[in-house]
């Protein structure tokens, strides 16, 4: 798949199949993490992988829209530091959105789906996952061969109109 090809069928898969995720697969998912962009390349990310069913159905528990986590083959946990001011942390947020949506292209890019879920139980998700007191699991990200359909270009996405989101030139 091209990377527009990938961006257009990249969606939100809260089901999969039980076919497992190839190891390299799931490296080459976490490396687009990685090599995303960040805030004077503050990269204040730590990403958890998870594959044990039963650290995943644990995790399903931190918020009510986490439960896909629990049928996921693997799931990333997105994890930041406590930011010493505001500017810091809107930038982490930002940087942290980019590295998630270059997973989920990276991993659309092999046919696997990617689901998100924010993190409600903040104390339980840390324990769960070991994460210190001063960082936050800010999301999760679901991954797994999608069992309703396969990944293929979005004709009509469910989106505000085009025109009305571009503005051109001038608001
Ligand atoms: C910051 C953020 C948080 C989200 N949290 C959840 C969530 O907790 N549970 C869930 O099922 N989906 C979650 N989603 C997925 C969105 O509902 C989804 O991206 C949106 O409806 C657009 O659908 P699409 O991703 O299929 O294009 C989240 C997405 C984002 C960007």
Known sequence: ???????????????????????????????AGWRSPSARNNQHWDFVIVTDPAVLQDLSTVWVGAGHIAGARAAIALVLPDAPDERTRLMDQYDLGQATMAMAVAATDAGVGTGHSAVGDQERARAILGVPEDHTV?????????????????????????????HRGRW
């Open 138 to 166: 800010a999301y999760l990200l679901g991954l797994g061969y999608p069992a309703d359909r396969p990944l293929a270009p979005i004709r009509k996405p469910n989106r505000r109109p085009f025109t009305e989101v571009v």
């Open 1 to 31: 798949m091209d990377a527009w090809d990938a961006i257009r069928a990249r969606r939100n898969v809260r089901s999969y199949t039980a076919e497992p995720i190839p190891d390299d697969v799931v490296d080459r998912i976490l490396e």
